[in-house]
T-cell receptor
Framework: NAGVTQTPKFQVLKTGQSMTLQCAQD?????MSWYRQDPGMGLRLIHY???????DQGEVPNGYNVSRSTTEDFPLRLLSAAPSQTSVYFC??????????????FGPGTRLTVT | KQEVTQIPAALSVPEGENLVLNCSFT??????LQWFRQDPGKGLTSLLL?????REQTSGRLNASLDKSSGRSTLYIAASQPGDSATYLC????????????FGQGTRLTINP
């Protein structure tokens, strides 16, 4: 298994540009989520999904959109990038139905800079 | 609101020492607590997970304990090695249904040869 994969690893955007951060997992996990990590703020939840077709907001959802059309993929869209969205973005997944431990697995991250 | 605190923010010790990292949380109603390791510029690697009904978990030189009543968890690292240098994060899962992890700020650990 590749686990949780994220692309791209690095990205530089200009203010106002849009882009999609990709996240995929091959573990048949129902639950997927997006976090951002900022110095002094720790990791904060942006959006999450408990299954295909179901998404919900986390702690810091403004400026981001998500959709979940398949179990494997959970892309994060920045509609109009702002410097405040400069951060490292992590995708995570966990098994909902079988694994009662709810252990979460993280991807390697996407480092985004908005100028 | 659940808050998670890790003290100290940074720790530097000589190789071979045993050490303890601390994590405290404000709400004892948790589902589980997970310890992660993060190397510079990398993702999070899960080290240990303790469910709310458990008191401790062990993996190799690592031992994590959980005391829900006092809102504390510790990560014990035995016989530290330079390769243990990393940032260690603890995270609380309060609700098994919502699957929202609440993270501490982390402890940056440096093991000096």
């Amino acid at each position: 298994n590749a686990g949780v994969t994220q692309t791209p690893k690095f990205q530089v955007l200009k203010t106002g540009q849009s882009m999609t951060l990709q996240c995929a997992q091959d573990m048949n996990h129902e639950y997927m989520s997006w976090y951002r990590q900022d110095p002094g703020m720790g990791l904060r939840l942006i959006h999450y999904s408990v299954g295909a077709g179901i998404t919900d907001q986390g702690e810091v959802p403004n400026g981001y959109n998500v959709s979940r059309s398949t179990t494997e993929d959970f892309p994060l869209r920045l509609l109009s990038a702002a410097p405040s969205q400069t951060s490292v973005y992590f995708c995570a997944s966990s098994r909902f139905s079988i694994d009662r431990t709810r252990e979460q697995y993280f991807g390697p991250g996407t480092r985004l800079t908005v100028t | 609101k659940q808050e998670v605190t890790q003290i100290p923010a940074a720790l530097s010790v000589p190789e071979g020492e045993n050490l303890v990292l601390n994590c405290s949380f404000t709400d004892s109603a948790i589902y589980n607590l997970q310890w992660f390791r993060q190397d510079p510029g990398k993702g999070l690697t899960s080290l240990l997970l303790i469910q709310s009904s458990q008191r401790e978990q062990t993996s190799g030189r690592l031992n994590a304990s959980l005391d829900k009543s006092s809102g504390r968890s510790t990560l014990y690292i035995a016989a530290s090695q330079p390769g243990d240098s990393a940032t260690y994060l603890c995270a609380i899962l309060r609700d098994q249904g919502a699957q929202k992890l609440v993270f501490g700020q982390g402890t940056r650990l440096t093991i000096n040869p």
